[in-house]
Structure formats: C-alpha cells, structure tokens
C-alpha cells in the first residue's frame, strides 16, 4: 500500500525550492524563477538563478523597487512590477540591476512613500491617496468628476499641463514620478445586508462610507450625503463584516485582490475619482545618475505604462468574475443617472474652489489640467 505524503504536492515542492533559491541566490533570484514556472525544474531554476546572478554582477547601479503587492497580483491588479523590472534592466542595457521587494516586505502606501522620500529605496508603487501628504499636489485627482475615467486619468497625467505645473511640485518634495499605473474608477461598494444596487446619489444619504485619510474624498461623500468613516485600510475588511462601515470605495480589482468578496452585495461603477497608483523614484538618487541611464528608466516606464493600460480590461474581467462566483452584483449608472452623481459632487461646485487653489495655485491653472483631462491625446485605455 502507497501512501501520499501531502508535503510531496508540488505547491510544496515549489515553496522548498523557492526557499532554497532565495537562501542561496536572493529573493529577486526566487522570484524571477517562479515567475518563469521554472522552481519544479532543477535545471531551468538554476538557469534563471544563474541569469539573475549575472545581471546583478554586470550591473553598475542597483535600484530596489518595493511594492505592496506579491508577484502574479497583476492578473487581477495590473501593477506590472516584473515587466518594470526586466524593462529598465534591458533598457539600461544591463546597466542597471532591480531588485524587487514585492509584497509589502519594506511596507505599503505612505510608508513605502516615506522611505523613497527619504532615499532609504530607490522607488516604489503607491496609490495617489497615499502619496498625497508627502506630495499634495497629486491629491487634485480626488476632486470627483473631472477625471475619475481612465482615459481622462491618462490623458492628464501624461500631459504637458500634468507635467509643468504638478511635477515640479512633486520633485520640489524629493521624488520623481516614473509612471501612472491606471487600474479602474473608485466604484460604492456595498457590505452584505444593504439593499441594492446603489443607482443615484440620493441614495448614498446616511450611508457609513469608508474612506482613507483624505480630506477630499471625506469632503466628496459628504456632498453626497454620506457619513464618512475613516477607517485605516488593513481594519477595513472587520469594520465592513461588522457594520461600522457600510460601504468602501476601491476598484474592483482592489477588492477582489484584497478579499472583499464575501462581505460584499452590490458594486455600482459610478467613475468618480481614479483608484490609481504611481511608481515614484528618490529625485536626487535618479539625478546622480548618467543621461543615458536616465534616458533608460524614463523609456522602461513609459514602456510599463503602456503595457498596464493593454492589462487593464483583462484584469478588471478576472477580478468581476471572481466577485461574481461570490454573489457580487453589478451595476453600471446610465448617462441621466451619472449627470446627477457629477451634479452633486462634482469639481464644478465651489465647495472645491479653495482645494484647486491650494493644490493647482489657482483656479485658472486646475483648469488648464481640466482641458488636458478633456484632449484625448493621451495613449488609449478602456474605461468601464
């Protein structure tokens, strides 16, 4: 009689070998090497080791990227960390090694932002909102309405507006944007128990609405008739099972990559502001280098970028299918429906005006962004 021995299935096996590689060789080297399908091969394992090791010996500068997010979260929430990687190696022609520090191994969001600020790491991924009390600029994005879809998100972040009159504020704090990951719109998600869906925004009244640390977003479901909730993010999933908050706002991938799928009733895409993220860069870490080296990155992120806006609707379609097994619902507003939703928060109503001039320095340069959110120049990406 045989018997199976569950240490020997190969999800075991891999975590061995993954080990093994990441004690001999570095993390980065595992990492590669399991994104390669190769850690259940010996052979083609120790290749992709060797080639790591390789371009870590040939390298003249090493550049540490530290994310919140574990390698393969891309299928679902396209940040692109691996093709970010193997595109500023090669496109530095070598001269240039990353290593990767994904799954919130140095932390996530504002910390992960601190620690590029302070030239601890050479970049990392975090949200817009979490990037904000250290470059406040970039908070405009949270003023509902103006470019919550994806392509006005890309279509400003990439504009010579964007570029003359926010990054120079965002350099003036120590960091250098490489490039804008778009992901999807903040959509009202609703907790298990609350009727729905949620179709206009006279029914948001009362509503105990999760947000972050953002006075912007407080300020917008407060327009709604919202109570806003601030809640930290990693006290969120307890805070919705139990009812302190009712409703949570992130993109479809970021509740299916977080777990919200069994506490959650209804989704309704209401494309308010952009879920989005950024990979900043240390301002004086990138400065010191070479032109060419320089040149390099900047090609390697707009490359990345491009790649992230072709992953968008193949990873929204994986996270709302998995949110469906779950019982999730959707509902997308029709256009009468979303002119009262812009009616009632959007970036046209005064309550606005004292954070375009904060934040732009006047309302006439947030409305030279408004028009660049408006020209479709920017590269095309799919919007819900």
């Known amino acids: 009689m045989s018997v199976h021995n569950k240490d020997d299935s190969p999800q075991n096996a891999e975590r061995r070998r993954f080990l093994e590689i990441a004690k001999k060789a570095g993390f980065t080297a595992a990492v590669v090497a399991g994104a390669s399908g190769a850690l259940l091969s010996s052979t083609t394992a120790q290749a992709a080791v060797n080639e790591e090791r390789e371009r870590q010996k040939q390298a003249k500068y090493t550049m540490t990227i530290a994310t919140a997010y574990i390698i ?3 299928r679902s929430y396209p940040i692109m960390q691996l093709d970010f990687k193997e595109n500023i190696q090669n496109m530095t022609n070598g001269a240039v090694y990353v290593k990767l520090a994904p799954g919130g191994q140095l932390g996530a969001g ?8 302070a030239g601890t790491i050479q970049a990392a991924q975090h949200s817009l909102s979490n990037f904000a009390p250290f470059a406040p600029a970039v908070d405009l994005i949270n003023i509902p309405y103006w470019c919550g879809e994806n392509q006005k998100f890309i279509n400003l972040v990439t504009s010579d507006a964007w570029k003359k009159e926010i990054h120079p504020k965002v350099e003036a704090k120590g960091f250098k944007p490489l490039w ?8 009202v998600a609703l907790r298990n128990g609350l009727e729905g869906p949620i179709k206009t925004p006279d029914q948001m009244e009362g509503i105990k609405f999760r947000v972050p640390g953002s006075k912007i977003l407080q300020q917008f479901y407060r327009l709604l008739g919202a109570n806003p909730t601030p809640v930290a993010w990693g006290e969120t999933p307890s805070a919705i099972k139990q009812g302190v908050a009712d409703a949570l706002d992130p993109s479809v991938e970021a509740l299916n990559v977080f777990g919200f799928k069994d506490v959650l009733s209804w989704v309704t895409f209401n494309r308010s502001v952009p879920d989005s993220q950024v990979f900043s860069c240390n301002l004086e870490w990138f400065n010191s280098l070479p032109p060419d080296i320089q040149e390099g990155i900047e090609f390697a992120s707009e490359v990345t970028s491009l ?3 072709a992953k968008v609707p193949a990873a929204r379609a994986y996270a709302m299918a998995e949110l469906s097994k779950a019982g999730v619902q959707f509902y997308a507003p029709d ?3 979303m002119k009262l939703w812009a009616a009632k928060a959007g970036h046209q109503l005064p309550a606005w005006d004292s954070f375009k001039t904060e934040l732009a320095g006047s309302k006439a340069a947030f409305n030279k962004l408004l028009d660049a959110a408006n020209n479709n120049d920017g590269p095309f990406v799919h919007d819900v």
Not at 180 to 187: H, L
């Open 72 to 74: 393969g979260a891309s």
């Open 110 to 117: 504002g910390a992960l932002a601190q620690k590029v600020q």
């Open 180 to 187: 804008y990951v778009v992901i999807d719109p903040r959509v």
């Open 307 to 309: 790649q992230n806006l």
């Open 335 to 337: 256009k009468e429906e």
